[in-house]
């Protein structure tokens, strides 16, 4: 769904701006974890798998009576980038609780403000967006004021920082606490989203004034996810180096793959991330990724993409939605639903990519993620 904290550069090599949910690189003490910038850039082409898929399961109608190459091939490819969230949540929690703690109630405002704002400014895109195109279902006021309270409409992409947000500022205040400090205002922060859905309806009752639903909470999987990320991201080098070991772990992932496709087909469309089998996929694919080495020739490369990873994640729904009724047919054959899924997702990780690179070169990072 971004921070440049998910990995810390090693002493000979400059910090690449890596992005975990947008949160900025703390000056890093250590090896840097390259394996996370690879994780963090698999995972956002994940979303943009997982959403081209979206687009060619609703043009069959989520039915392979619609169309089956291209119901299968949906199928396959979202099943495969379920695991992208759970990933995300994974390398945020590593990130807070063992890659770059927060070190005061600073410092964790100034992470969530890189958050905050470029999902501000990209909701009002998204708003624009929709508007100029004549989707907007409701007024573009009532939407926007919708959105303050975390609505996901008309970037559905979105909710993802809403949830993150609220996990990043507990788990920082668990650690400012564990470490001694007295993080008063990111406390009251956090307070102010536990009591604010029930405050909010009660004043709308009392007021009889529509309140919209307040979306800025999380769920207990994904903490969970995000707790579980600092763990095995944390062991040792000796415990999960080996290709022997990188091969088992990738034939569990092959495993679960196939285990969230048939979930996917005979229980519920989509997958949700709280599920038994999506969690083994990101447990397993996690595995296999981690501490893997990343030949030096490519350490820039990767470490330019990671950062603008947020970016790309930010922006690829208007590419998306752009170019998916030039390539989605309900109709195509398999070597057309294999082709416009794969040419779907090339098109806009390639422009998102660039875009956000684009952007980061001009300095317009701080506003656009």
């Not at 807070?96 to 999902?119: E, Y």
């Not at 409409?153 to 609220?166: Q, S």
Request: hydrophobic share 55%; proline share 7%.
């Amino acid at each position: 769904m971004t921070a440049a904290e998910s990995a810390r550069p090693s002493a000979p090599a400059p910090a690449p701006a890596s992005v975990v949910a947008g949160a900025k690189a703390a000056r890093p003490r250590g090896e840097h974890r390259y394996d996370i910038d690879l994780v963090r850039v698999l995972a956002s082409v994940g979303v943009i798998v997982c959403h081209a898929a979206g687009e060619l399961m609703k043009a069959v109608d989520r039915t392979p009576s619609g169309g089956g190459p291209v119901y299968w091939t949906a199928l396959a490819g979202d099943a495969l980038s379920r695991c992208a969230v759970p990933l995300f949540f994974a390398i945020a929690g590593w990130v807070v609780l063992s890659g770059a703690p927060p070190r005061d109630g600073a410092q964790v405002r100034t992470r969530l403000t890189r958050i905050v704002v470029p999902l501000a400014v990209w909701t009002a895109a998204y708003l624009l967006w929709d508007r100029v195109r004549g989707a907007n279902t409701d007024p573009t006021r009532d939407l926007a004021w919708d959105a303050v309270f975390g609505s996901v409409r008309p970037a559905f992409h979105l909710w993802y920082l809403y949830a993150y947000v609220p996990v990043i500022l507990l788990l920082s205040v668990a650690v400012l606490v564990k470490n001694g400090k007295r993080p008063w205002g990111a406390g009251a922060a956090l307070l102010g989203l536990a009591l604010a859905p029930t405050l909010l309806g009660d004043l709308g009752r009392l007021f009889d004034v529509r309140v919209p639903p307040f979306a800025w909470q999380f769920g207990v999987y994904q903490i969970a996810y995000a707790v579980a990320g600092a763990v095995l991201l944390s062991l040792p080098g000796s415990s999960v180096t080996g290709r022997r070991r990188r091969l088992l772990w990738l034939a569990g992932g092959l495993g679960a793959w196939a285990a969230v496709a048939g979930y996917e087909h005979r229980v519920h469309f989509p997958s949700p991330y709280a599920s038994v089998v999506v969690a083994l996929l990101a447990g397993t694919l996690l595995m296999a990724l981690n501490r893997i080495r990343v030949p030096e020739r490519f350490r820039p490369l990767l470490g330019r993409l990671a950062g603008a990873s947020f970016g790309a994640y930010l922006v690829h729904l208007l590419f998306l939605e752009a170019l998916a009724p030039r390539v989605v047919s309900a109709g195509a054959g398999w070597p057309a639903a294999v082709g416009g899924l794969v040419g779907l997702t090339a098109a806009t990780v390639l422009l998102s990519f660039a875009a956000a690179l684009l952007w980061t070169r001009l300095r317009l990072a701080r506003w656009l993620g």
